[in-house]
């Protein structure tokens, strides 16, 4: 699958999370990476932030948060078109998840692991 078509599927994946969800979001980028940090997890996801829940009267000028897809790992563990499909939007969720504070625990009871 070329990183088009990835990146595509990840912008599905964002638009099928409820409006009344995504106008919440606040200071975050998305992005689409072919693979994690050399050495590292094999993940196919990343949040990196600060989450809303722990923002308080002393956010302000920070970076944004980033939340990263990574295309190669989902790639690896998926053998159909719709597996992707599903993972992909497994992981953004998972992600988005993160920046409103929600953690691996209850993403994993959620089915969101």
């Known amino acids: 699958m070329s990183r088009e078509e990835f990146e595509e599927l990840v912008a599905e994946a964002l638009d099928r999370i409820p409006p009344e969800l995504t106008s919440l979001m606040d200071n975050v980028a998305i992005f689409v990476e072919d ?3 050399p050495g590292g997890p ?3 996801g990343l949040y990196e932030g600060i989450p809303l829940t722990e923002r308080g009267d002393w956010y302000a000028g920070v970076l944004p948060d980033r939340i990263t897809i990574y295309r190669n790992p989902t790639l ?3 053998e159909t078109y719709e597996h992707v499909v599903e993972e992909v939007e497994i ?3 998972h992600e988005v998840a993160h920046h409103f504070g929600i953690d691996d625990e209850r993403l ?3 089915g969101y692991g």
Do not use: S
């Open 76 to 78: 690896r563990i998926c």
């Open 108 to 110: 994993h009871e959620l």
């Open 35 to 37: 693979d994690p940090e």
């Open 91 to 93: 992981t953004v969720v």
């Open 42 to 44: 094999e993940l196919l």
